[in-house]
């Protein structure tokens, strides 16, 4: 068994993923990337290693649950521990429920809640051994809030929160916690992708009015999620399970109508 823990991350060439990979290593963990075979780990691993992490990638399509199982299998075989799963990856379409097709609702169906679900499966068969493991699930604060204009992924991070409470109270006895991040407003390449008409203008002045809407004044930075999803898989967070955690400037819960500059 490897010496180091494990952490097993999907989409870990995104932003947020990619960050916390890098922030797993810094902390004396080994890593399993899960991306895409279009995606470039190279800065990933580059950053891994600097830190003085080794690392296993495993490339393939989340929509394919036997990549995904294959991926569990891997760490298995090299490492023959998983101690985190950082289920993270997603793909959102942003188009309203008046013209999504089916596929569309389906693929994000897939990613954002069927993959976490068994992956979380199988990496807890291997974690309940172990007697101790940590399952995190990075959602949205759109769980909870909407704007019209991505409804598959909204109900799909509402039902992954939903998973969340279902898989703590399954796996608690077994040692295993299972969380949520709900982040607010990321700057990554999907929090920048946020206008219907695709126009950067439009993209711009809806930056601009959140980050006017948000406490904090400003969008994250992938690292501060990143800080957030390692210092809950650590024991310091030992007795937190079966809850979401908002990580968001602030933002859902500030509902003033008044137009007042603090
Ligand atoms: P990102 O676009 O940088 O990363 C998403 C990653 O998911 C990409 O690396 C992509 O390759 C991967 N992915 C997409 N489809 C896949 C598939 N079919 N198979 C395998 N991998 C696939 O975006 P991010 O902001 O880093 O997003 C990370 C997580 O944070 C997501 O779960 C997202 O819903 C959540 N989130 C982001 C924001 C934000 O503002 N950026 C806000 C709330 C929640």
């Not at 760490?75 to 959102?92: P, S």
């Not at 598959?152 to 295993?176: C, F, N, Q, R």
């Amino acid at each position: 068994m490897n010496e180091r823990p494990v952490a097993m991350i999907t989409g870990a060439a995104g932003g947020i993923g990619g960050e916390t990979a890098v922030c797993f290593a810094e902390r004396g963990y080994d890593c399993v990337l899960l991306a895409l075979p279009s995606d470039d780990l190279e800065p990933v691993t580059n950053r891994i290693e600097q830190a003085g992490g080794q690392f296993l990638c495993c490339l393939g399509d989340l929509t394919d649950l036997d990549y995904a199982k294959s991926a569990v299998e891997q760490c298995m075989a090299t490492w023959r521990r998983i101690d985190v799963l950082v289920n993270n990856a997603a793909w959102r379409e942003i188009i309203t429920m008046r013209k999504i097709e089916l596929a569309s609702w389906e693929k994000t169906l897939r990613v954002c809640l069927t993959a976490p679900a068994f992956i979380s499966r199988w990496c807890a068969e291997q974690m309940e051994p172990q007697g101790k493991g940590v399952i995190i699930n990075v959602s949205s604060i759109q769980s909870q809030m909407a704007a019209g204009i991505s409804p598959a992924y909204v109900a799909a991070k509402g039902a992954l929160d939903s998973l969340t409470y279902e898989l703590a109270t399954l796996y608690g006895p077994a040692g295993i916690r299972v969380l949520s991040v709900n982040p607010g407003a990321i700057d990554t390449a999907m929090g920048k992708d946020i206008a219907v008409d695709q126009q950067q203008t439009t993209a711009d002045k809806i930056r601009q009015a959140s980050e006017e809407m948000i406490p904090l004044r400003r969008w994250a930075h992938p690292r501060e999620i990143a800080r957030s999803i390692v210092m809950l898989a650590s024991d310091d967070a030992s007795y937190l399970t079966g809850t979401s955690i908002t990580v968001d400037g602030g933002w859902k819960q500030q509902c003033s109508p008044y137009p007042i500059k603090h």
